[in-house]
């Protein structure tokens, strides 16, 4: 006998979500984490955190009231890190709260403390008191998720030069700052913090930013970033930061120097699987700490799975949480279904992204044909009452029978609003539905309807000239 059926490593979205699965199919279930880190990193300082800071800032700035009231509107003149960090704090603890109680509901074990491997069937865990106990298992499933990439070349000092994960720890808000990366984590912040008023700084070594994204959408939100003063320095790669007594001071290969007051890295994330002693399972990571699995998460070792951002791509809370149930109940020999294709994307910067579906630049590489249709919020009685002028919807819809390729959301409220599109398309439905259909007035998602009706006009033009 084995002390559980399963044991999860690590508490994060695909962890919580495994474990709970295989426990609702009748197994003994485990899940090994520190005490410190229930909810994983998505809960402590990841996802949560930078969410809750983002509609932290959106509220106590007045960002979005101020075509309304004003570009000089603000709820709170002196906006400070403790304001930001009581709502991050309060929203954390609930949720972890939340977490163990779903996890003592559902009579999940929660072995507190850190996991390395001993064998196949056995791995050691390193207490917080400074024990070491021994627990055995049937199968496994390593959820232990991903930290940010630090560069060997840069000091960090959790003050001046931060990752992401520190970057919510400042003890003021910076004058200045630099971003490494332009990737969704680093515009994500860069953006929260040119809300505050703080003057940021992107540097990218690639041409552009957010490259798998609707173009139109991406300079929709560089335009409103540069309308918050931050300065874009693309083709660009940061040679040396210099620690000062007041400042950084960071030297492009370029030859050019900003002088910032913090320097934020998004480099990417490491899989947290250096400590696992992989090796003693049979199993092996690539230099990203990432573990390879099958179609079914299933690693090398056929009773060892892996779920969420340690298999990498696209490493997002939302997917992680399905490969997990999706692994745990394949573990325990029940039919599954794969993890449907059609998945959204959600970028929470200052104004949010999201999309589902083919991107214009993919339409035309593969020689689809497409139709667009536009809706802009300055048009929709919703979008005034909310003071958002820039958000739009884009819908990309097949000329042929109407079926919608792609759902693109600029503006408030974005990442809610996708999944209508989503749900249209994995339904099979055709533009014709949102045009028949009805919506409630006033609101956002009635953009569809007239993203919808302006793709089906251009569509009966052309069909009206061809005869």
């Known amino acids: 006998m084995y002390d559980y059926d399963l044991l999860v490593l690590g508490s994060g979205p695909s962890g919580q979500k495994a474990a709970i699965a295989a426990a609702k199919l009748g197994r003994r279930v485990g899940i090994v984490d520190r005490r410190d880190m229930i909810g994983g990193v998505c809960i402590n300082t990841g996802t949560v955190p930078s969410k809750t800071l983002r509609e932290a800032v959106l509220y106590l700035s007045?960002?979005?009231?101020?075509?309304?009231?004003?570009?000089?509107?603000?709820?709170?003149?002196?906006?400070?890190?403790?304001?930001?960090?009581?709502r991050t704090q309060h929203v954390i603890s609930r949720q972890t709260d939340v977490i163990r109680n779903q996890l003592a509901r559902n009579r999940v074990t929660l072995i507190t403390g850190t996991g390395r491997f001993a064998d196949a069937h056995t791995i050691w865990v390193d207490g917080e008191s400074g024990q070491e106990s021994r627990v055995t298992f049937d199968k496994a499933i390593i959820a232990a998720g991903t930290r940010p990439a630090r560069p060997d070349s840069v000091e960090f000092d959790e003050r001046t030069i931060v990752d992401s994960d520190g970057v919510i720890n400042l003890e003021s808000i910076p004058r200045s700052m630099v971003v490494v990366g332009a990737g969704v984590i680093g515009m994500e912040y860069a953006s929260m913090f040119a809300a505050l008023g703080t003057k940021v700084t992107v540097v990218e070594r690639r041409d552009r930013m957010l490259d798998f994204c609707d173009e139109e959408v991406v300079e929709s939100l560089k335009y409103h970033l540069r309308d918050l003063s931050v300065t874009f320095r693309f083709g660009e790669e940061v040679a040396a930061v210099e620690k000062h007594q007041s400042a950084a001071l960071c030297v492009l290969k370029s030859g050019k120097k900003i002088v910032a007051d913090t320097v934020m890295y998004s480099a990417g994330r490491q899989g947290q699987t250096d400590s696992l002693a992989l090796e003693a399972a049979g199993l092996q990571a690539d230099r990203r700490g990432r573990i390879t699995v099958d179609a079914d998460y299933r690693t090398a070792v056929e009773n060892i799975y892996a779920v969420g951002d340690v298999i990498g791509f696209p490493a997002l809370a939302s997917t992680s949480m399905e490969q997990g149930r999706i692994a745990a109940q394949h573990a325990c020999g029940e039919p599954v279904r794969a993890l449907n294709e059609l998945q959204p994307i959600g970028i929470y910067t200052i104004p949010e992204i999201s999309f589902v579906g083919k991107t214009e630049e993919q339409l035309t590489e593969s020689s689809t044909p497409f139709e667009v249709g536009i809706a802009r919020y300055r048009e929709l009685a919703r979008g005034q009452i909310v003071g958002d002028s820039y958000g739009m919807l884009k819908l990309l819809v097949s000329p042929a029978d109407g079926r919608l390729l792609g759902v693109h959301v600029f503006g408030t409220g974005a990442t809610e609003i996708v999944h209508i599109g989503q749900t249209v398309m994995g339904c099979g439905g055709t533009v014709d539905y949102l045009i028949d259909a009805v919506f409630n007035y006033p609101t956002l998602a009635e953009a569809y309807k007239v993203a919808a009706l302006d793709a089906s006009n251009k569509i009966r033009n052309i069909v009206r000239i061809e005869g």
């Open 62 to 86: 007045g960002m979005s009231q101020r075509d309304l009231y004003g570009s000089s509107y603000r709820l709170k003149d002196e906006i400070t890190v403790g304001d930001l960090a009581a």
